[in-house]
């Protein structure tokens, strides 16, 4: 569960009213930091299967990068340091600086609003197109510039092209971020 949150991005898996005989969890669906999603996706897919990083090691940069260093075991923190992907500042701890540049690579030249716009139409649809997106930025947005985002976005590997013509469709990748 905790793996799963965090190589998603979600806020980890909380237990509130549990007690003795039940357990109440807790899923919360909005990605917290979707620079945090992109380092972690990278950085797994750099590393052979053996090598992956384990979810001890996740929920160690999670708290990093959440900045809640109560509980962090220092030998994780010293391998993760070794590593490259943990910065020790004087006893205080950072991310990497992959940690931004990869997200700020990956979403630059995209407005957050409109990719906001675009999420709550893949709400309503299921799938975008050009047409969906017309609707959708009614009075916003003229075509070229729909084409254009929809041509950014594609770029970037947020979205993934299905079928030709009139008759074309764009699906969600897993590393579309998640809006509230």
Do not use: W
């Not at 220092?74 to 950072?94: A, F, P």
């Not at 931004?100 to 409109?114: D, F, I, P, Q, S």
């Amino acid at each position: 569960m905790f793996y799963n949150c965090i190589m998603e991005g979600k806020a980890l898996p909380d237990y509130p009213g549990t007690d003795p005989y039940q357990v109440n969890l807790t899923f919360k669906a909005p990605i917290l930091d979707a620079a945090f999603v992109i380092f972690i996706r990278n950085e797994q897919n750099r590393r052979t299967p053996a090598g992956q990083l384990n979810v001890f090691k996740l929920l160690t940069l999670y708290k990093v990068a959440m900045r809640d260093y109560e509980g962090l075991e220092r030998h994780l923190l010293q391998k993760l340091t070794e590593e490259g992907l943990v910065i020790d500042e004087n006893g205080s701890y950072r991310l990497s600086d992959d940690y931004r540049n990869e997200a700020v690579e990956k979403l630059k030249g995209l407005n957050m609003n409109h990719l906001k716009m675009v999420s709550d139409s893949f709400r309503k649809n299921g799938f975008i197109s050009r047409s969906t997106l017309k609707e959708t930025f009614v009075d916003i947005l003229s075509e070229k510039q729909i084409r254009s985002l929809i041509s950014k976005v594609e770029d970037v590997g947020l979205i993934q092209k299905e079928g030709a013509g009139k008759y074309t469709r764009y699906t969600k990748t897993p590393d579309f971020p998640s809006f509230v």
